[in-house]
């Protein structure tokens, strides 16, 4: 298993909500990511960063936000909550030098919103 | 920009037999191909990756296939085994990029 953790697991709630998904890895990892998935659906890149105070928007547009203040967090955030939202959140992390970019991936936040 | 298509069909096999999932890509090849597993509710799991000038890489019985002439790459699972059940993802690294570029998987069901 990775040393990467995604917190919650599981958010329902309702459209106007501020949010924060949380995520933290403890491989020192500098590069972090994360990813938007919906069922049966490919992975696209919302964010992602290349180490502290290092942050950029993905391929696929977001309304979400992101900071890196240290290298073992990366957390995303959502203003104002709306069920156009409703997607499962993976976080992910890959360790500099490494050519390939191997990717280790949290658990997900499985997010609803009403 | 680069698209990837794996079967969105379902893979329905049984145990014993070989698995072999299918990843085609347009436009320029990878510096690198990966393959990653994911089971419901989880995050991927990386599998193995086949740079650009190899044609064949093997771990245990996993075996990848990379022929850039066809822009393809064969995933095989040997003696497959219903813990193999899952759905497989291919991601593409262009050269000179850290950004993964994933395909929408295909699901396997090993049938006991």
């Known amino acids: 298993e990775a040393d990467i953790y995604q917190t919650p697991r599981y958010l329902v709630i309702g459209t106007g909500k501020k949010i924060t998904l949380e995520c933290s890895q403890t491989?020192?990892?500098?590069?972090m990511y994360w990813y938007q998935q919906d069922p049966g659906m490919e992975l696209h890149l919302i964010h992602y960063?290349?180490?502290?105070?290092?942050?950029e928007k993905g391929d696929l547009s977001s309304e979400s936000t992101v900071s890196r203040i240290r290298t073992e967090h990366f957390p995303l955030t959502l203003e104002s909550a709306r069920p156009s939202h409703t997607s499962q959140y993976l976080c992910?992390?890959?360790?500099?030098?490494?050519?390939?970019?191997?990717?280790?991936f949290g658990p997900g936040t499985r997010l609803t919103v009403l | 920009s680069q698209k990837i298509e794996q079967n969105s069909e379902a893979l329905n096999i049984q145990e014993g037999k070989t698995a072999t999932l299918t990843c085609n890509y347009t436009?320029?090849?990878?510096?690198?191909l990966q393959w990653y597993r994911q089971d419901p509710g989880r995050g991927p799991v990386f599998l193995l990756l086949?740079?650009?000038?190899?044609k064949e890489k093997r771990k245990e019985r996993l075996k990848v296939t990379f022929d850039t002439t066809l822009k393809q790459s064969l995933f095989h699972i040997t003696a497959s085994q219903p813990a193999d059940s899952a759905t497989y993802l291919c991601?593409?690294?262009?050269?000179?990029?850290?950004?993964?570029?994933f395909g929408s998987g295909t699901r396997l069901l090993v049938r006991p």
């Open positions: 992910a992390s890959s360790a500099s030098g490494v050519s390939y970019n191997e990717q280790f």
């Open positions: 491989m020192g990892h500098d590069k």
């Open positions: 960063s290349y180490g502290v105070n290092s942050t």
């Open positions: 436009n320029y090849s990878p510096a690198y």
């Open positions: 086949i740079r650009e000038n190899e």
């Open positions: 991601a593409l690294l262009m050269d000179s990029s850290y950004k993964l570029i």
